[in-house]
């Protein structure tokens, strides 16, 4: 399809790769240009320009909660291991199971105030701008309240399929 017919696949062509760059001039090279007559070559800058370095802003509600911010998982996380202790531990007094739980209502007021609670209390430092790596000391780091938290709601996620599939709760099981 419009090829000659000396070309072959097998026969790389050669092209010729021209790169042209050009500096913009700095303010003290535009002044002296004004001001002398032109030159017909002018004379690059020895001394680069850096950009200079933003100071790091606190990050807003939404950079935090987006949903590869650091807020959303640990906060998931954090309300699973409470809510996985919360569940064994009323599930062992009172002997109804995660599911009686859920759907008795009861305890919904408890629930969302210890989501705002927890929430709230996990924003702040993001919004001061701390990180979380920042206040890991010794065996208390952050990978391991991450892993703590995924483990927690897949805990959370077997007490309710070992209840719906036995119908018993997990404690009585």
């Known amino acids: 399809v419009g090829r000659s017919a000396s070309w072959s696949p097998a026969v790389p062509r050669r092209r010729a790769l021209l790169v042209r760059a050009q500096i913009e001039p700095t303010k003290e090279e535009t002044t002296s240009a004004s001001t002398s007559s032109p030159s017909p070559t002018p004379s690059p800058s020895t001394t680069p320009v850096a950009p200079k370095p933003k100071a790091k802003a606190n990050p807003s509600v939404w950079d935090a909660l987006a949903f590869s911010g650091p807020a959303p998982e640990r906060i998931n996380g954090r309300l699973a291991m409470v809510g996985f202790v919360a569940a064994l531990s009323v599930e062992a007094a009172r002997g109804g199971g995660l599911l009686d739980q859920a759907g008795s209502g009861a305890g919904l007021g408890w629930f969302l105030t210890t989501a705002a609670v927890f929430s709230v209390a996990s924003l702040v430092p993001l919004l001061q701008g701390q990180s979380v790596e920042s206040k890991s000391s010794g065996v208390w780091t952050a990978d391991a309240e991450l ?21 018993t709760p997990f404690v009585n099981v």
């Open 147 to 167: 892993w703590n938290g995924r483990f927690a709601m897949l805990g959370l996620v077997a007490l309710a399929v070992t209840e719906f599939i036995t119908g």
